[in-house]
């Protein structure tokens, strides 16, 4: 027999992996219960309903999270092995510190870059989905997990971009 918090754990395990996989059954049982048990509280359907859809666009976001870090995991990677690089540096390695900075720069500058190049072939299905009526439309978009904006606006992707370009040439001069 389970005890009260692995009881609790199983509860709120099945909850949030319901909850990832889009099913909302569990949750609306739940305030179901709340609203039969709860002498007070009251929610309508109405009220679940912006309930249900709070914790889509948080599903939404979840999963979105998941993806860009699936994209930047090669620099994730990258800047865990520089940081070891530099801790076994000598203390006054200037070069050396000098050239690894570099390459955490350069790397740090090019994860905001990664993401918004996936943001903006996202919106490039979605513009391909526009002969689908408004609904499949809007259907087909969150299904896919597409989003409508990008992340960065046109100038800071241009500075990002030429900071990345002046960052590579001085690479190979150092």
Known sequence: MLGSEETLQSVLSQVFFEFMDGDFEVIRNMINTMNNTAGGVRLGDDAI????DMFLRLRFVLHGCKKYMTLVHDQVQQLSEIHHSMRSLA?????????LTLKLSKVMLTIPMIIQDEMKREIAVAAALEGATEQEDTGAKKNAGIVENVFLNDR??????????????GERWV
């Open 91 to 99: 203390y006054l390695d200037v070069l050396g510190r000098f050239r």
């Open 49 to 52: 309903g912006v309930i249900e």
């Open 156 to 169: 800071v992707e241009t500075v990002l971009k030429k900071v990345v370009s002046a960052i590579e040439t």
